[in-house]
């Protein structure tokens, strides 16, 4: 279950949760994903160059780095980037957009668990939007082994608030009216417990505002992005675009709604 804070942001509920099928539930969703997920801000990364020396010239493992999404600024940054994704049309679009644009970036066929690279080989190591799908204590162990000493890890989330204005409070109901294993995927499982699985020697957080402003088209994407929401061939697919059509169709101002984010990351040494 998931719970919410004073704020209306969501924050994380002990839950049991089946992710047999966490390394393959996104693949008829790529094209959604990479043109629709939200992306990160600016001002996360100016902290990692700033405050966790994550600049150019440093070595990334982005685990579970799906379409590549945190990792294009980096590599803009100058960094060295592993995208470490066990999915493979995930993977492939990485390599269609990344791989023609950096020379830096290097595709891995791996998980967190076992990524395949060469040991102490990376300054930081980095899951955004990914770490609730693996396992803390041997990626924990993963991540010692190919981080170099002192190096660092992070876990970034676009955490949506479900509160704040009326459209977010419908869109939150909208999910879980049609989401089909929403309480049981959603990415809120961070709680103390599995970040202290990962995080030996304790963590810091630091958060920053988010946002994405959608069109009509860009708010269905974003939903069909996510992995809880009907597939293709599901009958209920149809109700739900068009309670969501409507739902726009109540919401906007001109021509568009704003779905909020605080941008979590937690950081320290596994």
Known sequence: MVGKDASGRERPVTITVVTSDATTRFSSRVADYAA????????????LRGTLGVKAGAAVADLGSGTGIFAAPLLEAGCVVYCVEPNG???????????RRFA???SVAGT?????LPDACVDFV???QA????????????????LRPDGMAAMVWNTRKLGGSEFLVDYEALLNRFGTDYAAVRHDRNEPARLAAYFARGHRRVTFPNAQRLDLAGLR??????????GAGDPARA??????????????RGGTVTIDYETELYYGRP
């Not at 049309?89 to 791989?99: D, H, K, V, Y």
């Not at 967190?112 to 395949?116: G, M, P, Q, S, Y």
């Not at 994407?221 to 009907?230: D, K, M, N």
């Not at 109700?239 to 906007?252: G, I, K, N, P």
């Open 36 to 47: 629709h997920r939200p992306r990160y801000p600016g001002a996360l990364y100016e902290f």
């Open 89 to 99: 049309p995930m993977r492939q679009q990485a390599e269609r957009e990344l791989s």
């Open 104 to 106: 830096d970036f290097h």
């Open 112 to 116: 967190a668990e076992a990524t395949t």
């Open 126 to 128: 980095v899951a955004a």
């Open 131 to 146: 770490f609730h799908w693996f396992d803390p204590a041997r990626a924990a162990a993963e991540s010692r082994r190919v």
């Open 221 to 230: 994407g974003r939903v069909l992005s996510s992995s809880y929401t009907p």
């Open 239 to 252: 109700d739900m675009l068009a309670a969501l059509d409507e739902l726009f169709s109540r919401h906007q």
